[in-house]
């Protein structure tokens, strides 16, 4: 039985879905205003790996995952480079994705971007409008949560006096606080707009999540996640938008990521511990390390991020792909030896009742180490039969579907490293420096050295 811990409910809870064998998933993504971080990808990396489990538990899931590409952030940052939002975007949301490739992330089946859905958002604000939970001030429309006596379901704020009073506009604003929140901005010089009944304006951030998600899983849908700090107020005013509308709770199960910390700090740069994986790749950090490093944590516990931590992922993993060598070349000893069967069966037992206990990744890949071992064990005793060997097989199988981390180094072949060349080639030109020296690093952890020469560039093998 798959048991999640619900944010809604404060406990954990049997996962049952709407549907017998499917599931509707809506993941937060990124404001592609800058280049996403590592924390961020904790939660990314966590929300696949729960798409990757379901579906390994054979569930066929739809994967919903918004893009917010107008905000308070992108149009501040644009103006700041002087340049359209629509560009500023666009080469982020570009990023984005070559950073969800690198690290091995299946892609949602839908990236809805806020832009391209501001009739759906019009729409769900008429709908409130009609319900008598709006108003309008300045040009702007609010959503009145007084009007709405489950407001607060999902947080623990202490909402007691801060239901009336003052308006909140800002896109972001303090955990302690819970006024009544923008749904329709009214329009300001120089920023992008839209024709709305309420005038020219754009949407409050909020708001696109409860339009997207509705349009596209529906009015009720199974799973919502997103990283501790979107609970309140982002969530919460989701949930107040979409109820508002229906009268239905939207979501069956809140799931959320723990924070992650660097080196024992928030990080901050300020505190020069901020760290995008690109920057982690410049100093030769393997993608799938760090992949391994941010899974290898219940996705509810606060991870510490150290770069010992880093190269002790490193080397757990050397250790995964030492032993599927070795388990491929080793000569099997005849017959069968059903206690070494009977043991690795327990382990790939204890690998997915783990996972099926809200994700609980560390005990997972305590299995999996204790049937590596024993296999080792029997190996060095020449005592592998087939039938251990084959189920020792079928354990590393589910790690590498599971957790998204390959269980074999991943050879380059010729034809493959001159595509990442010309990458870079056509990045240079672009004068993307922070491209170009990407790929020379993504390169280099794979076992590729680049020669820039009068004649071309020239790569060997480290």
């Known amino acids: ?253 809140w799931l959320h990521a723990e924070h992650l910390l660097v080196e024992g700090e928030k990080m901050s740069k300020s505190k020069g511990n901020f760290h995008t994986p690109r920057d982690l790749y410049d100093r030769g950090v393997d993608p799938m390390s760090l992949r391994y490093l941010l899974l290898s944590m219940s996705y509810r516990k606060q991870l510490n991020f150290t770069f010992d931590g880093l190269d002790a992922a490193k080397a757990a993993l050397g250790r995964v792909r030492d032993f599927t060598v070795r388990l491929k070349d080793k000569t099997l000893t005849s017959g069968v030896n059903p206690e070494l069967k009977g043991i690795l069966e327990g382990h790939a037992h204890a690998f997915r009742e783990a996972l099926r206990d809200d994700l609980n990744t560390a005990a997972a890949l305590a299995a999996l180490f204790d049937a590596i071992r024993a296999a080792n064990t029997a190996m060095d005793a020449g005592e592998l039969t087939e039938d251990a060997h084959e189920e020792a097989g079928t354990l590393i199988n589910a790690f590498t579907d599971v957790f998204g981390v390959p269980a074999w180094e991943t050879v380059l072949i010729p034809s493959e490293i001159e595509v990442l060349i010309e990458k870079r080639q056509q990045a240079r030109k672009k004068k993307d420096f922070a491209e170009a020296d990407r790929i020379r690093a993504e390169l280099k952890s794979r076992g590729i050295l680049l020669e820039d020469t009068p004649q071309g560039v020239r790569w060997k093998k480290a």
């Open 1 to 253: 039985m798959i048991r999640f811990y619900n944010t809604l409910s404060r406990r954990i809870e049997p996962f049952e879905p709407l549907e017998e064998g499917k599931v509707g998933l809506y993941t937060c993504g990124p404001t592609v205003y800058d280049v996403a971080h590592i924390g961020n990808f904790r939660t990314f990396l966590w929300e696949d790996l729960l798409k990757r489990f379901l579906r390994w538990e054979g569930f066929e899931v739809r994967h919903v995952k918004n893009l917010t590409d107008i905000d308070d952030k992108t149009i501040s940052r644009a103006a700041e480079e002087r340049i359209p939002v629509s560009e500023l975007t666009q080469r982020y949301t570009d990023a984005f994705f070559e950073d969800l490739e690198t690290l091995n992330c299946q892609p949602a089946d839908l990236f809805p971007r806020a832009t391209e859905h501001i009739p759906d958002m019009l729409a769900l604000v008429g709908e409130l409008e009609a319900k008598g939970l709006t108003y309008v001030s300045q040009g702007s429309v609010y959503f009145r949560i007084a009007g709405l006596p489950e407001y607060g379901c999902l947080c623990t704020v202490d909402l007691d006096g801060n239901l009336d009073g003052a308006r909140i506009d800002s896109d972001e604003y303090e955990k302690e606080s819970a006024r009544d929140f923008v749904l329709w901005k009214a329009a300001k010089e120089g920023e992008p707009s839209w024709d709305s009944p309420w005038g020219k304006g754009r949407p409050g951030w909020h708001l696109e999540c409860s339009a997207m998600s509705r349009k596209y899983l529906g009015e009720v849908f199974d799973i919502h996640t997103g990283g501790v700090d979107l609970v309140f107020p982002h969530h919460e005013n989701e949930i107040a938008q979409s109820r508002g509308a229906s009268g239905k709770a939207p979501v069956r199960y």
